[in-house]
C-alpha cells in the first residue's frame, strides 16, 4: 500500500509498503481523512519519542475493510475514527481509572504506524462508529476534539459563568466551540493575528480581543473580577503568566496549551491562595471519544471551518509546507 | 398606587394601596413586568402558605426610584430585577451554605408584597442589576431562569451527553434552551401536545415526540441505553415513574417538575442500584440570579417568544382567564 | 484439584476437578481465602443467571503460581488479591468509563470457576498485588471493601458531616468503617438486631439505635434537621421508605443495600424537590479496588473482626448452614 | 473592660476600655479562650491593612452576656464561638455565593476590636452555639479548623488515596487530623524539625519525614508514583517548587500556606498539562463553621493537645514572646 514513511529526522518518502494485517483483536481500516498535528511534526523533527522509520498520522477515520478474528463490534463496511492510545489495561494506572497516564500504552501513528497511509490497523479497544452523515473529514477531528471534551470537564464550567480563551488557533476554536455550548454566556478570544482573530469571530465567538496592553484593558473592563474560566491554547509560559490575572475568584485557569519541556511560568502563591483560583491541567483523552463523536453527529460542533486545506497522500510536503509557512492555516488533512 | 390585591381565596380586585416605603436596607422598584407563575395561582386558590390580603408577583423587573439610607449598590434610575428569596442569613441553613433552605425566609409576592403592583419594595440582597439593551420583559424571566440554572447545575451535565425532557410547557422550554448550551449533544422534548412540541422544535429542540407507546419505542430507539440525563417538566408523578426507564446507567434523573403534595411516585431500589442511578430534587433558587442574567444578557437564552400574552395591571384578570383556559399559553405578563 | 461445585439448584459437592491452566492472559492463584457472600446464595439457589455446574467465590485473595506468556505484572510467589469482574474493555460502556456497566464482562465465581476450590486462574486486568504484613482472610475482603469504596465516592460525603446507616451486616460495618474516616463527624447504625448494634458499637459506630417508633424519635432529636448521608445496607425497600425523612436537605440517600428484583419502594416526588434530596445508587466495583487495598495495607480499615468464621473446603456445607442459621453471622470464609 | 490594644506599630498595652454594646444584630461575648495567630502578628507589625488603634483577636469562643434587639438565635448564657468574617451580603461575590471573597466584609479583629479582651460584639450572623461538652479553649480552634475544612472540600480527597503534608506546625497538624479521617489511607508529614515530626507522629501521622534530600528519595520510594493529594502548610514558594514533583498525575497541590505577597514560584506548564495537575487555593473560611464544631464536638478531631500555651491577658507579652522565641509552640491562646 502507499504510505507516507517517516525515515529519519525531517525525511519522509512516500513508498509502497506492505499493508498491514491485522492481528486477532484489531480492525483493518481504509484511512479516508487523516489530519496533521503538531505532534506529527514534533516526530519528524525528532523531538518525540517515537522511533523510525514510522508512518505518523493518529487523528483520522475511515473505513473497516477487515477484522481480526476476535473483533466483535465491527464489520467490513463499517465507518470509523479512533482513539489512537490503546491503553495496556492492566498496569497501575489503567486499574486505577487513569488510562491516559496508562504505563504502556501503544498509540497508532506514534508508537506504530499509523493513519498517513492507504490502511491502519488498530485494536478494537479504540475504533468507535460514526454516523452515516457525518463526512470523513469531519469525523478526522473527533480525537483532538476528544482531548477538548476532556479538558472543557475537567474545566468544571457551570452555566452562565464568563470563559477567555487565549489562542485563536484550531485547538483554541475547538475549546471557544466546545465552551460556547457548555454553559459559559461568553467566550472571549484572545489571540496576537487580528486574521485568526476575525475567523473566530466568524465562529462564534462573543468577542475577538488583540493581545497587547490596550487588549488587557478591555478585558479588565469586561471582566472588572475577571473570568470564571480562562483557558491556554498557545502552548506559551510566558503568556501563560499573564492570562492568570483574568481568573475571578475561586475559578479556574486551564492549561491546555502544550508548552515547551523545561520553559517554566512564575505564578504568585499568594495569589492562589487569596484569590482561591484552580490551575488545572488537561492530558489528551481519557474515554471522551463517544462524547466527542455526539457533539460532531448531532452537528452541536461544527469543524468543516476549520479544515483550511486538504491533500493527497502523494502532496504530503504540501501539508508540512502550508503548516510551515501558512501562519493562518487551521487543520490540514491529507486524503489517501 | 395601583395593585392586583389577592383579597381572599380565589378573589382579587384592582385597588389603590399605599405605594410601599422602602425600609432602611431596601429599594423602591417601579415595576415595569411582572409574570404570572404557577405559585401566584396557588396562593390565589388558597393553596398556599401566604396570608391575604396580598399583592402576590415575585418573577419581575424595573426601575428603581428609591433607596433605603443602608443601601449602597443601587440608586435611582437602576435597571433591576430580583431574587424574591430574602434569605435571614443566620439560621441554621443560611450558615451552612444552604439559603434556598432559610428556615426564615422573606419572599416578595408570597409572604410580603409582591410585584402586581405599580412599586414593590425589595431588600437590596434581592436586587440585581441588568444591562441597558435586556428588556423589562425579557428581565423578568431571570428569575425562573435562575431556577433552571440552579437545576441544570444540579444535573452534573457534562459536554456531549444526550437530554430528555418531559413537559414543554415554558419550564420545560427554559430547560431545553439551558441544556442545549451546558454541553448536550442533543435534546429531545416530550410532551402530550403536539402544537407545544411544535412550538419546541422552533425553539430548538433537538427532536419532539409525542407521549404515547409509540412515543416511547421511539425513545428506545433513539437512546437503547438510555440518556446521560432525562428531566422532568411536567410536576405529574405518574409521568416520572415512567421517565425512570430512560436514565442511561450511571445517569441522573431531575426532579425539576413539582409534584401535588403527598402524591407518590414508585421506584425500583433494585433498578437504582442496578443501573446507578441518581435522582435529584432542584428546589427554587440557591445564588443563580446572576448566571441567569449573564444568559439573558448576552443572549445566549432567548426568552422573548416565550412571552405568550401581555395585560396591563387593570386586565389581571385576562391574565387569568390565559393561564387557566388558554392551554398553549407560555408566560403571561403584566406590565402595570 | 479440590473444589466445590454447584451442580445444581441447592446442590453442590466438594470434588475432585481438573485443575484450570491459566491462559495467556491469565495468573493462577492458590486461593488462600475465599468469603461467601449473598450472590454465592443466589447462585446456588438458582435466583441468578449462573449456570450450573460451578465453582462459585468470588472474594478472595491467594498466592500466584503460575502465569500465562503474555502476563507482565505478576510473577509466581506473589501475593495477591483480585476483582472478580473482568470487563471487554470494547463495549459501548467500557469505553465511556462506565466498566461497571460492561456488557460483556465475565465474573470469576459467576459466569467462569471461582474461588471455592484450591486454585482459580483470574485475567491478570483483575489481579491486584497485597503487601506482605496483610494476611490473606483480610485480603479477600478486599473486593466487598472495593465496593464500599465506589459508594462512599458516589455518595459525595464532606468533611464535618452527619452519616445515618441502616443494617448493621457485614457491608453496614463496612460502610460505617469507611464513613468514619472519610469526614463523617458521626455515623449513627440502626438495626432490629440489638446484639448486631452491640457489635457495631464496638466496632466504632458514634451511637446505634434499634429500628421501632422510639428509635425513629430518637434519630430525630439527635439531628431535627436530618443527616447529610442515609445510607441503606438492608435491602428492604420497606425499611428504604421510611429511611428517606432522615435525609436533610441537599442531602444523600445511597441505595447501597441491593432490594429483590420488582419490589418497589413509594417515594413522594414533591419531597425530592422541596428538600433538594439526591437518590443514588451504586452498583459494585470501579476501578477502586487499589483503594479498597490501600485501606487495609494502611491498616486504616480494620476488617478481622468481621470474619466471623473459617472453615475449609470439606466443611463448605458448615460456612451455608452458618450464614442460613446464625442471624450474628458476619463474613464466613472457606479457607481451601 | 481590659482588653490588649494595638496602639501602633509593634506597640501593645493592656488598658480599660470601653466595653462594647452590641448593635441591634449583635451578640456580645464574654471571651473565655483567643487563639494568636499569625495573622495577629502581622497586624502588630503594621504588615496588614488594619488600622491602629485595634482590639485583635479573631479566634475565639466564649459566652454571651447580652443581645442586641433583633437577635434571634442567641440568649445570655449561650456558649458560643465565632466565624470572624461578616459578609455584607449585597456585594458582587456575596450574590454568586463567593462570600469568602465578600468586597465589604468586616472581620472581628481585623477591621473592628476583637476578642484580646473581655468582651467582644460579634454580629449573630457569625456566631455558633457549642455544646456543653465542648471546653472553650477547644472551642476557640473551631475558626482554624474551618479554614482546614474549606481547604479539605476543595482537595477533592476521595477514599483510599494518598496524602502528604509539608509543615507540621499548628495548620499542618489540623489538616493532617482532618485528612487522616477525610479518606485518606495515610498521611505522611514532611517539616524540617524533627521535635515538630516527633510531635506529628503522636498525633497520628501515618509517617514523619525530614525535609532534605534522603527525605526525598524516602518519598519517591513510598509513593513511586506520588500521592494523590500533596498539600502546603509551609507558606513557603521554594518549599512548594519542590513538592509539586510528589503529586500523582491526575492529584492535587493544595495552597494552603500563605506565601509573602509577590514571591513567586516556579511551576512548569508542560508538567502541569502532561501529568494532569491540579494547583488549589484554599482562602479562608466559606460557611465551614458549622462543619468545624460537628467536628470538634464528637471528638473526631482532637485539639487539646495542639495548645502549647495559655496566658491571661496581663500576660499577653508572654503570648507573643512565645510565638516569636520558641520554635515549636503550636497554638498559644490567652485566657482573658
Ligand atoms: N491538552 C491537550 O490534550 C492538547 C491537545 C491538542 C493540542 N494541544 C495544544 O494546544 C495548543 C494549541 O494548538 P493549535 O493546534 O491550535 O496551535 P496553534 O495553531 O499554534 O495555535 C496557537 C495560537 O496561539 C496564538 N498565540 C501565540 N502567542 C499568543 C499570545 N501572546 N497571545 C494570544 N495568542 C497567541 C498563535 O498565534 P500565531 O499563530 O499568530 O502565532 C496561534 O493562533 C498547542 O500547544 C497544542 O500542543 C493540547
Ligand atoms: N424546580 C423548580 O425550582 C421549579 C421552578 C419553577 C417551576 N417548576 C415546576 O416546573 C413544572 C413545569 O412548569 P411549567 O410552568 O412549564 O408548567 P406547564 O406549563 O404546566 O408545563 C407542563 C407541561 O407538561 C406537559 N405534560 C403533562 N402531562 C404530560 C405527559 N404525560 N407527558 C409529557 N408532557 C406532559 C403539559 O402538557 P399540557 O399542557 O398539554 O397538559 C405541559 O406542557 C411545574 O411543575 C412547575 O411547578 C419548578
Ligand atoms: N451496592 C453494592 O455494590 C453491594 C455490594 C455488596 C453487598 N450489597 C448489599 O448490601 C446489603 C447488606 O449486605 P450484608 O451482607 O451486610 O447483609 P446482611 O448481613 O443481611 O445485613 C443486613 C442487615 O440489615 C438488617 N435489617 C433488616 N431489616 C432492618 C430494619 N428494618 N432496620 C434496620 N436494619 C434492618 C439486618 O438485620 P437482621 O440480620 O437481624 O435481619 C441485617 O443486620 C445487601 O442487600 C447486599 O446485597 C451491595
Ligand atoms: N489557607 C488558609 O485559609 C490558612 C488559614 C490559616 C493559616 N494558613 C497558613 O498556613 C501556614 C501554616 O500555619 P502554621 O500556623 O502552622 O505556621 P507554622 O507554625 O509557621 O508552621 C509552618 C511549618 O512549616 C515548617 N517548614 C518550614 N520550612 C519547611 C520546609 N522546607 N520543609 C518542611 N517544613 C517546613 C516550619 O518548620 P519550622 O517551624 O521549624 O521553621 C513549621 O513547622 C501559614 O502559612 C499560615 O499563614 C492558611
Ligand atoms: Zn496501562
Ligand atoms: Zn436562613
Ligand atoms: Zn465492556
Ligand atoms: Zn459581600
Known amino acids: 500500500m502507499k504510505a507516507c514513511l517517516f525515515e529519519a529526522k525531517e525525511k519522509f518518502v512516500i513508498s509502497d509498503i506492505k499493508k498491514p494485517v491485522p492481528q486477532k483483536d484489531e480492525v483493518l481500516i481504509r484511512v479516508k481523512a487523516a489530519g496533521i498535528c503538531g505532534t506529527d511534526i514534533h516526530i519528524l523533527k525528532g523531538e518525540y519519542f517515537s522511533d523510525f522509520p514510522l508512518v505518523a498520522g493518529h487523528e483520522f477515520s475511515g473505513e473497516v475493510v477487515e477484522v481480526g478474528e476476535e473483533v466483535t463490534q465491527f464489520q467490513p463496511g463499517d465507518r470509523v475514527t479512533a482513539d489512537p492510545n490503546i491503553f495496556c489495561d492492566k498496569c497501575y494506572f489503567c486499574k486505577i481509572n487513569k488510562n491516559n497516564h496508562c504505563l504502556d500504552s501503544h498509540v497508532i501513528g506514534v508508537t506504530q504506524n499509523g493513519a498517513f497511509a492507504e490502511y491502519v490497523a488498530v485494536s478494537e479497544k479504540g475504533v468507535f462508529h460514526i454516523p452515516d452523515h457525518l463526512s470523513y473529514s469531519e469525523a478526522a477531528l473527533a480525537e483532538p476534539l476528544a482531548c477538548v471534551v476532556y479538558g472543557v470537564r475537567r474545566s468544571g464550567i457551570k452555566p452562565g459563568e464568563k470563559v477567555l480563551i487565549f489562542g485563536a488557533g484550531a485547538i483554541g476554536l475547538l475549546l471557544m466551540s466546545l465552551l460556547k455550548i457548555s454553559g459559559a454566556s461568553q467566550v472571549i478570544m484572545v489571540d496576537i493575528s487580528q486574521k485568526k482573530l476575525d475567523f473566530a469571530k466568524k465562529m462564534g465567538a462573543s468577542e475577538v480581543i488583540l493581545n ?125
Request: avoid cysteine; charged fraction near 25%; proline fraction near 6%.
Open 212 to 336: 497587547n496592553a490596550e487588549g488587557e484593558k478591555k478585558l479588565k473592563a469586561i471582566a472588572p473580577f475577571g473570568f470564571e474560566l480562562v483557558a491556554d491554547a498557545t502552548g506559551s509560559p510566558r503568556v501563560m503568566e499573564r492570562e492568570l490575572q483574568f481568573v475571578e475568584p475561586d475559578g479556574t485557569f486551564l492549561v491546555f496549551g502544550v508548552a515547551p519541556i523545561g520553559d517554566m511560568m512564575k505564578v504568585e502563591p499568594y495569589d492562589i491562595f487569596r484569590r482561591d483560583i484552580h490551575i488545572v491541567g488537561s492530558y489528551a483523552v481519557k474515554k471522551t471519544m463517544q462524547y466527542s463523536i455526539n457533539l460532531l453527529a448531532s452537528g452541536k460542533i461544527q469543524v468543516k471551518n476549520l479544515i483550511s486545506s486538504t491533500y493527497s497522500l502523494e502532496d504530503f510536503e504540501r501539508g508540512i509546507q502550508d503548516f510551515y509557512h501558512d501562519p493562518d492555516h487551521m487543520k490540514i488533512q491529507i486524503i489517501p
